[in-house]
């Protein structure tokens, strides 16, 4: 079997480029039969091995529709890879699925992110898009049972929409390993923001909530890992010295470790493995789900994040680590809880470490696998 992922690929810095490169290599782990093929955005770096390869060859801002469908020709499976931002909305990709479809090629979406109308500045255009799509293809994926549910809404069968988990990286570095890897203090305890640097993540809270946490706990740090996107807003960039600015009033500025700079997927496993707890507390209306939040769960970390749809996988480990947005000492009595009560640390780390082997990369896999081999059936 040949399958064809229409997706963004390394090294452009993209979450969707990063979940497919997780998949490819958790499929290549469990099945040595299959070939894939990337039939990736340019900017991707080409690559020729063998059963693998990576041909970037079409681009989001022209017709796209040819290049792709000149280079799936050989793939018995054509799976796209889903995010607005990528495709827009406009009638390319549906002429893609409607060409696959006229060729006897078998298609999958995975819809990353489904939005509301009532969250949408396009108002219902997200919503139509995905109906149109998901009628295209020949099986859709999603993440929650929230996506899956506003689907069937809008009239898909439910017997054509699969809800596979988020996959998870399950590691385990050694936090004074990681700490001297990333030249963070060997001591005391530090509490991680990981991602680029938008408004919308909140650092604002996170800087409070370091605050209050100091009063009870004392030695600890805030490390906001992660810099500003290439793309970068004026806004965006205006943020960062409100951020700078905000970290010298509150006087924390030997507590807040904030290099701004992206981390490679190398350095990720220390990111995590250096932290005692890991915060998510930006805001999204959107139904979609948190790559960053599977990369903590899978260090067997403790997990805080906002009581909103794109964490809402951490009720699976427990209700108590989601907080209503801005609750800033909801949040910092829970890490405080966390950090201090050696009883309830561990319930959340034997939940955490259930969770991730419940969702790992492998687990996930095999879930494909049997998509592939249904559709395929069909």
């Known amino acids: 079997m040949k399958i064809a992922y229409i997706s963004t690929y390394f090294p452009q810095q993209c979450g969707i480029a990063t979940y497919t490169d997780y998949l490819i290599h958790g499929l290549q782990e469990v099945s040595s039969t299959l070939d894939i093929k990337v039939v990736a955005e340019k900017g991707a770096a080409p690559a020729k091995q063998e059963r693998f390869e990576v041909v970037p060859c079409w681009d989001r801002n022209t017709n796209y529709v040819e290049p792709i469908i000149s280079n799936t020709k050989d793939a018995d499976i054509v ?18 699925l409607e060409k696959l479809k006229a060729s006897a090629k078998r298609t999958i979406v995975t819809i990353h992110c489904v939005r ?32 899956k549910a506003i689907l069937e809404r809008l009239g898909i069968p439910s017997e054509k929409i699969h809800i596979i988990p988020h996959g998870t990286a399950v590691s385990n570095a050694d936090k004074k390993i990681s700490r001297l890897r990333l030249k963070l203090p060997e001591e005391g305890k530090i509490i991680t923001v ?58 924390l500025t030997d507590k807040v470790i904030f290099p701004n700079r992206f981390f490679s997927n190398e350095e990720i496993p220390y990111v995590f493995g250096a932290s005692d707890i890991v915060l998510f507390t930006h805001y999204h209306e959107d139904r979609s789900v948190s790559g960053s939040i599977h990369l903590a769960i899978g260090a067997k970390k403790p997990v805080i994040a906002y009581r909103i ?70």
């Open 309 to 378: 749809p794109k964490f809402e996988v951490v009720k699976n480990i427990s209700d108590e680590l989601l907080i209503l947005p801005d609750n800033v000492s909801g949040i910092a009595k829970t890490g405080i809880r966390i950090l201090k009560d050696k009883e309830f640390e561990r319930y959340v780390l034997d939940r955490t470490d259930s969770y991730r082997n419940a969702t790992s990369w492998p687990v996930t896999v095999h879930k494909h696998l049997k998509l592939y081999s249904d559709v395929c059936g069909k």
């Open 194 to 251: 990981f991602g680029f640097v938008n408004p919308f993540k909140d650092l604002d809270v996170s800087i409070e909530v370091l605050k209050e946490i100091r009063e009870e706990v004392g030695d600890v740090y805030l490390f906001i890992a992660g810099g500003l996107p290439h793309d970068a807003t004026r806004k965006a960039e205006e943020y960062v010295e409100l951020i700078r600015k905000k970290i010298e009033e509150h006087d």
């Open 116 to 147: 509301p109308s009532q969250f949408s500045s396009r108002g219902d255009i997200d919503e139509k898009y995905a109906k149109r799509i998901s009628d295209l293809a020949d099986g859709v994926i999603v993440h929650l049972d929230s996506q």
């Open 79 to 96: 799976h796209i890879q889903h995010e607005y931002g990528i495709y827009s909305f406009d009638d390319r990709l549906p002429m893609l």
